[in-house]
């Protein structure tokens, strides 16, 4: 399968060319719209590294997070522990590596005819991640020892992403050293709870969430709203 990871919107052209292009490259491939509004590339790299463990090895994950699209970044494939990641050498891949515990590295040399400036998710990245999945390595490219990811921070003490009910993702894998701590969040003490019915409506709490990340929330209310958190605002545990 392929999994689209993009920060384009659900609405507009660029979802639905990008994925015309995979149905016409690798038709019988499950084509799904796994993530579309992405933050900036680093925090959105801790949500990928969390949501691609979920798919099975041979999974191919289309990650077009790239706001230097047409400049001088490369056009990257990583493959790390067996599943695949096609996008731009930015950043946004390298927590995925970081955390992997076997990893390579392509760089894409092969260009189309066609490749416009301004949407390489399209023209490069898509044709790539079609031929992968149908396991074709004929396109122009070469191994490369990649990002030096070796003191790249695995976890990140911050919010890196807010879903549709305003509640807060953190890149903090969740270790059970963390269990009943407080959680200080904008100069705020949020207390744990294992679900939203355990706290009072109005209440914000941090849980450890599907994903088996640290996630603040308000019982019947949006944690961004409510605290006025925004991506990058740092968390702690307190001792």
């Known amino acids: 399968m392929i999994l ?23 038709p019988g491939v499950d084509v799904i719209h796994l ?7 680093l925090p959105a790299g801790y949500l990928l590294a969390a949501l691609c463990r979920q798919f099975p090895e041979g999974s191919v994950f ?40 076997s990893r390579r590295w392509l760089r894409i040399d092969w260009r189309p005819a ?3 400036a301004s949407f ?35 976890d990140r003490a ?13 890149g903090l894998r969740y270790r059970s050293e963390f269990a009943e701590r407080v959680l200080r969040v904008n100069d705020r003490q949020v207390p744990h ?13 941090w849980y450890r969430n599907s994903l088996d990340l640290v996630e603040v929330a308000v019982n019947r209310g949006r944690a961004d709203q409510a605290l006025d958190l925004a991506i990058g605002d740092s968390v702690v545990f307190e001792p």
């Not at 709870?193 to 709490?205: H, I, P, Y």
């Open 4 to 26: 689209l990871f993009t920060d384009f919107g659900p609405a507009g052209p660029y979802l639905g060319q990008m994925e015309a292009v995979l149905r016409l490259n690798a």
């Open 35 to 41: 993530v579309s509004d992405a933050p900036a590339p």
């Open 62 to 101: 289309l990650s077009v997070v790239d706001p230097g699209v047409g400049g001088d970044r490369q056009a990257l494939v990583l493959e790390a522990d067996g599943r695949w990641f096609v996008g731009p050498g930015n950043g946004l891949l390298n927590t995925v590596a970081a955390q992997a515990e």
């Open 114 to 116: 066609r490749l416009s």
């Open 120 to 154: 390489h998710g399209r023209d490069l990245f898509a044709p790539v991640a079609a031929r992968i999945a149908k396991r074709d390595f004929g396109w122009e490219h070469q191994a490369i020892d990649g990002p030096d990811v070796t003191a790249w921070p695995a």
């Open 158 to 170: 911050s919010i890196v992403y807010f879903d549709h009910y305003g509640n807060a993702l953190t």
């Open 193 to 205: 709870a294992d679900v939203f019915c355990a706290v009072e409506a109005g209440a914000a709490f």
